[in-house]
């Protein structure tokens, strides 16, 4: 009986280390878990994204592209259309890089891939950052 106190008792120890390690809830995170969930809104104007996959051509008469891909997307619903341009850069001075010509959304896995076609004139690496107008940005003039 000794035994299976102490033993509680240590199991209570280290639970207080850990709260101590990691930080205890605080009152503010309490009333967050509390608070009915909401549809997020997209903290920016901007999508995001991160070049995964540079192609010559996928078939005879194709051009170079690009394609793009976004995970955890959770609730947010993009709005991203073909012909959007693609950028990189700031907001303040953005480059346009390329033009929106296929869309993927995996609404289960919330991830999205975006092909695109470059400007020819620009080097676009794989890694490289680039963004898309969220919400209706108009078609690029071809």
Same mark, same amino acid.
């Not at 035994?3 to 280390?17: C, P, T």
């Not at 490289?128 to 690029?140: D, F, Q, R, T, Y």
């Given at each position: 009986?000794?035994?299976?106190?102490?033993?509680?008792?240590?199991?209570?120890?280290? !639970?207080?280390?850990?709260? /101590?390690?990691? &930080? !205890? =809830?605080? !009152?503010?995170? !309490?009333?967050?878990?509390?608070?009915? +969930?909401? =549809?997020?809104?997209?903290?920016?104007?901007?999508? /995001?994204?991160?070049?995964? *996959?540079?192609?010559?051509?996928?078939?005879?008469?194709?051009? =170079?592209?690009?394609?793009?891909?976004?995970?955890?997307? &959770?609730?947010?619903? =993009?709005?991203?259309?073909?012909?959007?341009?693609?950028?990189?850069? *700031?907001?303040?001075?953005?480059?346009i890089v390329g033009v929106v010509t296929n869309l993927k959304w995996s609404r289960a896995q919330g991830s999205l891939?975006? *092909?695109?076609?470059?400007?020819?004139?620009?080097?676009?690496?794989? &890694? *490289?950052?680039?963004?898309?107008?969220?919400?209706? +940005?108009?078609?690029?003039?071809?």
């Amino acid at each position: 009986m000794h035994r299976y106190f102490l033993g509680l008792a240590l199991i209570g120890v280290l !639970a207080g280390l850990l709260l /101590l390690r990691d &930080g !205890a =809830p605080s !009152a503010a995170d !309490a009333a967050q878990a509390q608070a009915p +969930s909401q =549809p997020q809104s997209p903290p920016t104007d901007r999508f /995001l994204f991160d070049v995964v *996959e540079s192609f010559d051509a996928k078939y005879p008469g194709d051009t =170079p592209g690009h394609i793009g891909r976004h995970g955890g997307l &959770g609730e947010l619903r =993009p709005r991203i259309a073909l012909g959007d341009k693609v950028f990189r850069g *700031e907001v303040d001075a953005p480059e346009i890089v390329g033009v929106v010509t296929n869309l993927k959304w995996s609404r289960a896995q919330g991830s999205l891939d975006i *092909e695109f076609d470059p400007d020819d004139s620009l080097r676009i690496e794989i &890694g *490289e950052s680039v963004w898309v107008k969220l919400g209706g +940005s108009p078609p690029a003039k071809k």
